[in-house]
């Protein structure tokens, strides 16, 4: 094969299925606690532009590796003889109940395949093990080891000392938790596995790496699309029966579609990743800052004071604030002694909030139109929420089957944001509430996310 192709191969419920969801980058793998998930091979492949740069076959567990190994060793005259032997063991137990596991994980080895053997690193080593390393090195394919550590216990050396002696090469490596640096120790040791591979592993790493700043900038474009969006949204409403108008309720309505928009966007992006369906934990709960129009949220991923005044001084920032808000149509308004089109002053959030219940009287066919905000911060609130969005999925390992928690600690999102890019990025929000060309903000942006910042500080 010109591609690298491994099978994942060891106990059941070690985290095979896992460590192929993470090398491919396939969070659709079948991965579960439940022992004997995996019953069929299956193979994923890892390419870049229709091309295949390496395979995986996920397989069934080891069941009766004792029994195996007694029947190779009655078929078998010799060291040489081995491969053969078990060749043979598949070619004469296709559809025997007895050994459906060790037939579907020994085809792929048999057809060629190298062997990635997986146990579990946190619990004690032993000997039952030994049936499957001797059945494996009876393959005389290449063969490499992960200690995947499912539990918090550490029994690696341990383990360490008895895969030495099976296997050419043994790394740890955590299926869950393996970050960029981790996949490309193992996409390397391919290389050093097999020297026909070297090329392949050098192209694998480079690929992992372009396929990173390619999502990055896919992002970028959906959050400054997300940004453009969001600055010019408004609700309007016609009166439809001599009433009259809170205001409240039309500002609760804009903010529940920006809120939407969001969701929409943090989807997308997660997309991008390779994330479909995420579930997301925390957008209702305080610790996360609520919902994006909550004071706190403003506080933690909006710039500082400083910041803004700061950025406003250099020019090119937004100014003014509060909101948009016109009346327009038949005669407006009743005796509430304001003019048609009203520039609303007080801010769009927090403790102003109660200030800014205005109520008017309009006549039935009036229009009132909301928005859209201009409050200075908005546009930076927003985007320290995609910021902060993107770096957890784009740190997130596709084996994780658990939901994607939004919650930050008390810090300043923005405080590490350099003033320069701040008056840059200032100057495209004008450009963007305008309708203006958004090509340098996705570059300015897609710079932000390459930015890593600790998402667990507080
Ligand atoms: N915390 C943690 N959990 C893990 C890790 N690796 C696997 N798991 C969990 O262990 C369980 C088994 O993982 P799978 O990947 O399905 O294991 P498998 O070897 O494919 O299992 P079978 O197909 O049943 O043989 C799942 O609940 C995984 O989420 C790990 O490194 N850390
Ligand atoms: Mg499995």
Not at 95 to 123: H, M, N, Q, T, W
Not at 152 to 166: G, S
Not at 216 to 245: K, P, Y
Not at 344 to 357: L, N, T, V
């Amino acid at each position: 094969m010109s591609f690298p192709t491994f099978a994942v191969v060891g106990h059941p419920n070690k985290g095979k299925s896992s460590i192929v969801s993470t090398l491919v980058e396939d969070a659709s793998v079948v991965v579960s606690p439940v022992p004997r998930t995996t019953r069929e091979s299956r193979a994923f492949d890892y390419g870049l532009s229709g091309e295949t740069l390496f395979r995986l076959v996920d397989t069934p567990g080891f069941q009766r590796a004792h029994a195996v190994l007694a029947w190779l060793e009655a078929h078998a005259r010799s060291a040489e003889d081995r491969p053969r032997a078990v060749a043979a063991f598949v070619d004469a137990h296709d559809g025997d109940e007895r050994f459906v596991d060790e037939y579907e994980l020994l085809k792929p080895l048999v057809e060629g395949a190298a062997i990635l053997y997986v146990v579990d690193g946190s619990v004690p080593y032993g000997s039952e093990y030994e049936a499957e390393m001797e059945i494996l090195r009876w393959t005389g394919r290449p063969r490499m080891a992960l200690i995947n550590t499912i539990g918090a216990d550490d029994f690696i050396e341990v383990w360490r000392r008895a895969l030495d002696q099976y296997f050419s090469i043994v790394r740890v490596f955590d299926a869950v938790h393996a970050d960029v640096e981790k996949r490309t120790e193992v996409f390397s040791a391919f290389g050093a596995l097999d020297p026909t591979w070297q090329r392949s592993a050098d192209r694998i790493n480079a690929a992992m790496l372009d396929e990173r700043v390619r999502r990055r900038q896919a992002a970028a474009g959906v959050i400054v699309d997300f940004l453009g969006i969001a600055m010019n949204a408004t609700v309007e409403r016609t009166v439809s029966s001599e009433q009259t108008i809170d205001t409240s309720r039309l500002k609760a309505e804009l903010e529940a579609r920006i809120e939407r928009d969001e969701q929409r966007t943090q989807a997308r992006v997660a997309e991008i990743f390779g994330f479909r369906d995420l579930v997301v934990e925390g957008r209702q709960e305080i610790e996360v800052g609520e919902s994006l129009f909550a004071e706190r949220t403003w506080q933690m991923f909006g710039l500082s004071k400083s910041q803004l005044a700061a950025t406003a001084a250099a020019g090119g920032a937004l100014i003014g604030g509060g909101f948009d808000l016109a009346l327009g149509g038949a005669t407006a308004l009743l005796g509430s002694g304001i003019g048609a089109a009203i520039g609303a002053a007080s801010a769009w959030f927090g403790s102003q909030r109660a200030a800014d219940r205005r109520l008017f009287d309009a006549h039935v066919g009036a229009r009132l139109k909301v928005g859209p905000i201009r409050e200075p911060n908005f546009p930076w609130v927003l985007l320290g929420r995609a910021w902060f969005h993107f770096q957890l999925v784009a740190e997130r390992n596709h084996a994780r089957r658990d939901a994607l928690r939004l919650v930050v600690g008390s810090g300043q999102w923005m405080e590490n944001l350099p003033a320069l890019e701040r008056r840059e990025l200032a100057r495209e929000f004008v450009r963007l509430r305008r309708g203006g060309d958004r090509g340098r903000a996705v570059s300015l942006v897609a710079d932000l996310l390459n930015q890593p910042i600790d998402t667990r500080k507080s």
